[in-house]
């Protein structure tokens, strides 16, 4: 019996970071990612994992929660 994937959904991480983030890492390492960020990336923040509290089956299990509730909970 073949498998159909009805739905989705999208679990991002809970920590904001800000490319100065990444760009001080960089320029430690004499590196300037400032362009490739800015212009390429086109992002000023992202969301990241806080491995305290978040790993891959727990935002996967978020994020069959979140179908589930799409799906079936009726409004």
Do not use: Q
């Not at 806080?50 to 994020?63: H, I, R, V």
């Amino acid at each position: 019996m073949p498998l159909k994937i009805k739905d989705s959904c999208i679990v991002t991480g809970s920590k904001l970071i800000e490319n100065d983030y990444y760009t001080e890492y960089f320029e430690n390492k004499r590196k300037d990612i400032n362009h490739f960020l800015k212009d390429i990336v086109g992002r000023e923040t992202r969301y990241i994992c806080d491995p305290n509290f978040e790993n891959t089956l727990t935002m996967g299990s978020k994020a069959a929660d979140d179908v589930f509730k799409k799906k079936w909970v009726k409004r």
